[in-house]
């Protein structure tokens, strides 16, 4: 069902678990099996651990819209103790869940009996200690904080600051910076609505926070800009700190030029050196230091250059793909159609194209690496640019911080690929 489709997919920081969220505004989040002494092989897999409805759909009377369920987007925070915490946002409202875990419960109350009626206090003569008694486990999602009425326009992006006390919340013309504690006000950081709206040109696409530095944050455009701001500079971050451009080829300027260069995700590296974009045919690594063109640029489907007409008629060059660093920095993944994922080896400049399907699915089975061919003979063992399936799309995918295993949603279904284990 159109509900059922995964809509983000992250894994938290230490790897055990991974969450994802859907169009019909729930959240699953699995977890990573324990390695038992007789099944070494079997740790990696992931179960299912705790499901729960985050955001229901809503009617906003002052606009006459409906707000979708949807899950825009799932940000962990760092585990502090025995509970988990996830930021999840739809179009317009962030909550703040706490995922914990119950395997007692008290008995044994003084003015209540077995079934929680109150009992007459006259009846009551003797004093009991309650006590804990083991049960069944239970996983408990219950939201600790709702932070709502703070975008005009559809949130992007969340992203939980290093300082872990604040986040930010981008639309497409503002973003807002909270404090976890307080939910009815934020601080707007950036602004970028003109005062005409006949004037806009360009719209905020995706945002950031810098992985070590708290002050430090990027967004990016539509029109394939990347801003660095720093919020020691000023209050308001209109002024940015540095701006990432690349000039346009002029031989390449077609009528989709502008429409291909807006940026649909911006990653920092977790060594927070580089900045990775995806735009809709590519994959640019910038680095901080060099604002005037990125240092690597990698091809994800160079093949679909010639296709942008049909693409541009059927709203598939629209698509908002995601892309995601491996552990080290070294290896990035970004999605494509068909099924397709990419990944792009940095030090060995290597490329592969993997397929996420039902028939390679198997456990266990080992990933055959897809070609794509662009007229002429087709080789056996290759697929031929027009039988590819636009509807089939890898939007959404996350690498473990420190493990070779990768998540991979394909519309609704939920792939957990991983080295393989000799």
Same mark, same amino acid.
């Given at each position: ?38 099944? =070494? ?60 875990? /119950? ?13 929680? /009626? ?6 009551? %003569? ?28 559809? &949130? ?32 707007? &950081?950036?602004? =970028? ?31 394939? %800009? ?5 919020? /020691? ?5 209109? !002024?940015? %700190? ?20 807006? =940026? ?44 942008? +007409? ?12 995601? +892309? ?7 290896? &990035? ?8 994922? !990419? ?6 400049? /290597? ?14 089975? =080992? ?56």
């Amino acid at each position: 069902t159109l509900t059922d489709i995964i809509s983000t997919v992250e894994f938290n920081h230490t790897g055990e678990l991974l969450a994802t969220g859907d169009k019909g505004g729930r959240v699953v989040i699995f977890q990573r099996e324990q390695e038992s002494k007789n099944q =070494i092989h079997r740790r990696g897999e992931y179960n299912v651990y705790s499901t729960f409805q985050s955001h229901e759909p809503e009617f906003d009377y002052l606009k006459s819209l409906e707000i979708e369920e949807k899950i825009n987007k799932i940000r962990w925070l760092p585990q502090q103790n025995a509970a988990y915490f996830l930021l999840s946002t739809n179009d317009k409202t962030v909550k703040l869940w706490k995922v914990s875990e /119950r395997d007692k419960r008290p008995e044994g109350y003084n003015l209540k009996d077995e079934e929680g /009626r109150l009992r007459d206090p006259a009846t009551i %003569t003797t004093l009991r200690v309650p006590v804990l008694r083991p049960m069944d486990l239970m996983v408990e999602a219950t939201p600790r904080r709702v932070f709502a009425n703070a975008h005009t326009y559809h &949130i992007n992006s969340i992203s939980v600051n290093s300082d872990y006390e604040t986040y930010m919340s981008a639309d497409d013309l503002r973003i807002n910076l909270w404090n976890f504690e307080i939910t009815n006000q934020s601080f707007n &950081i950036v602004d =970028i609505k003109p005062a005409n709206m006949e004037e806009l040109t360009e719209v905020i696409t995706a945002a950031e926070f810098h992985p070590h530095h708290c002050n430090t944050f990027v967004y990016s455009s539509s029109k394939g %800009t990347i801003r660095l701001c720093d919020m /020691r500079a000023s209050a308001l971050c209109d !002024r940015h %700190t540095k701006f990432f451009e690349e000039p346009e080829d002029p031989s390449n300027r077609s009528f989709f030029s502008e429409i291909i260069s807006s =940026i649909s995700d911006v990653k920092f590296s977790h060594s927070g050196r580089y900045i990775m974009t995806r735009d809709y045919l590519t994959v640019k690594v910038w680095d901080l230091n060099m604002e005037n063109r990125p240092i690597e640029t990698y091809q994800v489907h160079d093949y679909l250059r010639s296709k942008l +007409c049909s693409l541009y008629e059927n709203d598939c060059i629209f698509d908002k793909f995601e +892309c995601v660093w491996n552990g080290s920095d070294s290896v &990035i993944m970004t999605g494509s159609y068909n099924n397709f994922f !990419r990944m792009f080896d940095r030090n060995t400049k /290597r490329d592969v194209t993997l397929e996420a399907s039902r028939e390679n699915s198997k456990p266990r089975a =080992i990933l055959k690496p897809r070609k794509v061919c662009v007229g002429g003979k087709r080789r056996k063992d290759e697929i031929s640019v027009d039988s590819l399936d636009f509807s089939k799309k890898i939007l959404h995918t996350a690498w473990h911080p420190s493990e070779n295993i990768i998540a991979v949603a394909a519309t609704n279904n939920l792939y957990i690929f991983q080295d393989k284990v000799n």
